[in-house]
């Protein structure tokens, strides 16, 4: 299986700040990456896939880099609806594995 | 619109089987592939299997091999997830999520999860 790994578990920052969040494979999966937001008792949402690009109707304050092991999802000028918990996937092989999530919370 | 709703909540007991839907409804069913994702209690995501429902081709993670069944059916636009004798650790809220695309397919659209809580 190939291993994804979040950082950091849980972020705090407020409103119009801008953030980052890491996530990397253990092995390269060029750019088989995708991001998605959850909120409480909600399925997960797409927001972004090929590791940068942003899925329809998703806010342009999002945004994905990355490609091989390492990558990140960024969110400029934080909102209120943006406090929520984010994995990534990966799908360079069906079996598909997600990292553990960052839970974006309000400082 | 595309949209996958899930059946609903089910309390179960250790032992009971249990078998769950998803009916989706927006596309063209056969054309894509669902997979069935697992949220334990407060825990990430995790990928269980996927079916073509044009050929009912199915993929497991190794992980859910041998304890789940997944299925479907074609005339009724649905995805089916099922137990034959449910354990305790199986708790947990169910989501299934359309492919966009296969092999290498992220998930575009997902149902509203079922919550299975399973306890004597």
């Known amino acids: 299986d190939i291993q994804m790994t979040q950082s950091p578990s849980t972020l705090s920052a407020s409103i119009g700040d801008r953030v980052a969040i890491t996530c990397r494979a253990s092995?390269?999966?060029?750019?088989?990456l995708a991001w998605y937001q959850q909120k409480p008792g909600k399925a997960p949402q797409l927001l972004i896939y090929?590791?940068?690009t942003l899925e329809s109707g998703v806010p342009s304050r999002f945004s994905g880099t990355g490609s091989g092991t390492e990558f990140s999802l960024t969110i400029t000028s934080l909102q209120p609806d943006d406090f929520a918990t984010y994995f990534c996937?990966?799908?360079?092989?069906?079996?598909?594995?997600f990292g553990q999530g960052t839970k974006l919370d309000i400082k | 619109e595309v949209q996958l709703v899930q059946s609903g909540a089910e309390v179960k007991k250790p032992g009971e089987s249990l078998k769950i839907s998803c009916q989706t409804s927006?596309?063209?069913?056969?054309?894509?592939?669902i997979a069935w994702v697992r949220q334990m209690p407060g825990k990430g995501l995790e990928w269980m299997g996927s079916?073509?429902?044009?050929?009912?081709?199915?993929k497991y993670s190794p992980s859910f091999r041998g304890q789940v069944t997944v299925s479907a059916d074609k005339s009724v636009n649905s995805a089916y997830l099922q137990w034959t004798s449910l354990k305790a650790s199986d708790t947990a809220v169910y989501y299934c999520?359309?492919?966009?695309?296969?092999?290498?397919?992220?998930?575009?659209?997902w149902g509203q999860g079922t919550l299975v809580p399973v306890s004597s």
């Open positions: 079916i073509y429902p044009s050929d009912s081709d199915t």
């Open positions: 927006g596309y063209p069913f056969t054309n894509y592939w």
């Open positions: 999520a359309r492919l966009r695309r296969w092999p290498q397919g992220y998930f575009d659209f």
């Open positions: 090929e590791a940068s």
């Open positions: 996937q990966q799908y360079h092989s069906f079996f598909y594995t």
């Open positions: 092995q390269s999966i060029s750019t088989w």
